[in-house]
């Protein structure tokens, strides 16, 4: 006879299937797929789902362009992790985090990726002038060729933006704290790896000119 885990094993096998041909049939009817998993949600107690599903939000419509003229937008980065920072040339703590920041960018590329780092109100000349004195990795948007800065209106600098697979905000991080708190925040778009982002971090940050 099947000893009791197996029982177990199979009655949460069971439970399991019978939830995905519930969700399957609610969705036949004029239900949005997100109310067939709250009405199923609330008959089976798996309200924890819902609250997974409230945690983030998608992402607003943008675009951008970036300095090698790369052109980017929502549609075009579902199914990528994308990264926004938003810097600036004179900001110490950007510089500091640019280095782990561009490692992290080369090292999840094959992860799908994209790590988007959006100057700040600063001209063309002098984003240009500083790139060749200190070359980035990360893809760089200028201000005027993107609408992200308009729409999350950072106030200090960095600022990090994360952004999964299916288009929604995950995570924010406002301040540097070098490699271990980008790889903590990159863990919530499930990008896992083995560093100590478990350390603690200090964050630091600049606030923005004339704000």
Known sequence: MPGSGQIAARGEAARHS??????????????SRRKAIAITGYSLGISRLLRALD????????????????A????????????????ATWCP?????AEPLDDLAKE??????VVLAVDVAESKKTVRAFLERNPRKARVVLMEDTNLAA???????????????EGRVVGQQ?????????????????LESGGSEDAPVELRSSPRRGV
Do not use: H
């Open 151 to 165: 729409m999350f209106a950072a106030k200090s600098f960095p600022q990090y933006v994360l952004i999964n697979r």
């Open 93 to 97: 703590y950007c510089r500091s985090d």
């Open 72 to 87: 980017f937008n929502n549609q075009s980065l579902m199914g990528k992790v994308v990264l926004v920072e938003f810097w």
């Open 108 to 113: 999840f590329e094959k992860d799908g990726l």
């Open 174 to 190: 406002n301040g540097a704290g070098g490699e271990a708190s980008l790889r903590r925040l990159l863990r919530k778009a499930g």
């Open 55 to 70: 945690s983030s939000e998608a992402a607003p419509r943008f675009s951008a362009k970036t300095l090698s003229g790369e």
């Open 18 to 31: 019978f939830v995905l041909e519930f969700l399957d049939m609610l969705t036949d009817f004029p239900f």
